[in-house]
Structures are given as structure tokens and as C-alpha cells.
């Protein structure tokens, strides 16, 4: 008495995953991001996937992966890897604050070059809303924005 046994599993099959390949919009695109005390001005252009930023490579820019990472985010969501080169001036702030700011620049170009197919995934990521967070100011009596001198009560 042996019967088929089916696995279940609570993956979908690998063919159900693969996503449909559109092509590339080949239109120049620029924008401006900012985040803390860091402005990068950002220009697209197709071509083969290079970064020049403030003249540099990347990688010689942002030796931290993870800023990497987070710079080339919005091409990887989009699968747009290697389709754009990218110039970017960035000034201000430091490193964390120029890699967002420079996520923000380039998620706003990708948006203004094809906005029917790039704005829904940009936006439900998150890349197009600007992070407002910025350095709290020091207050009078305080040493730092919060930070007070020990309370002694005699």
C-alpha cells in the first residue's frame, strides 16, 4: 500500500519567482537628496554601471560595504544593476549622512526617468522619503542638547 506523498512547503516554486525582464529606459536623469548636514547632487546616465563620486570610485569613496550597499540599493530593487552610470557631488556631513543622502539623490532620479514602473517598488521601500532626522540643538544651562550636571539636592 504505497501512495505518492507530496512535500509541502511553504516556498513557492522557483518558476513562480522569476520576474519579468523590462527594458531599460535609456533617458538621463539628476537629482538631489540630503540628509543630515549632507547634500549629493546626482546625475544618471545609461551606460555600464560605474559610480564617480566627487571625482573618486566608490569604492575608494565609501570603503564601508555597508554604505555601498546601501548607495546601490535602489538599483538592485529596481534590477536595474549596471544600467546606469552615476556622477554624484556630494557635500557636507559625514559618511552615513552622505550615503543616504546619495540613496535619496539616486532614487529620485530613477523616479523621474520612468515614473509609471520605478515610483510604486521606490516608494514601498522607503527610498523616496527623505529622513528628516537631524542633530538636536545644545540648550542653555545643558552641556550637550540633554545632557545636564548632576542633581544634588544639599
Not at 570610485?57 to 555601498?68: C, D, S, T, V
Not at 538636536?136 to 540633554?146: C, T
Request: glycine share 10%.
Amino acid at each position: 500500500m504505497t501512495e505518492d506523498v507530496q512535500n509541502y512547503t511553504t516556498e513557492t516554486p522557483a518558476e513562480a519567482e522569476v520576474v519579468a525582464e523590462r527594458p531599460v529606459v535609456s533617458v538621463p536623469g539628476a537629482a538631489v537628496g540630503r540628509r543630515k548636514q549632507a547634500i549629493a547632487r546626482a546625475r544618471l546616465i545609461p551606460g555600464e554601471g560605474s559610480f564617480t563620486v566627487n571625482g573618486r570610485e566608490l569604492a575608494e569613496y565609501f570603503p564601508n560595504k555597508l554604505h555601498q550597499q546601501l548607495i546601490t540599493d535602489p538599483f538592485t530593487l529596481l534590477g536595474l544593476s549596471g544600467a546606469y552610470d552615476v556622477i554624484a557631488r556630494i557635500s557636507g556631513g559625514g559618511p552615513s549622512g552622505q550615503a543616504g543622502a546619495l540613496r535619496l539623490a539616486i532614487s529620485r532620479a530613477l523616479n523621474e526617468i520612468d515614473r509609471e514602473n520605478n515610483r510604486p517598488a521606490l516608494k514601498k521601500a522607503g527610498f523616496l522619503t527623505r529622513d528628516a532626522r537631524v542633530i538636536e540643538r545644545k540648550k542653555a544651562g545643558l552641556k550637550k542638547a540633554r545632557k545636564a550636571s548632576q542633581f544634588s539636592k544639599r
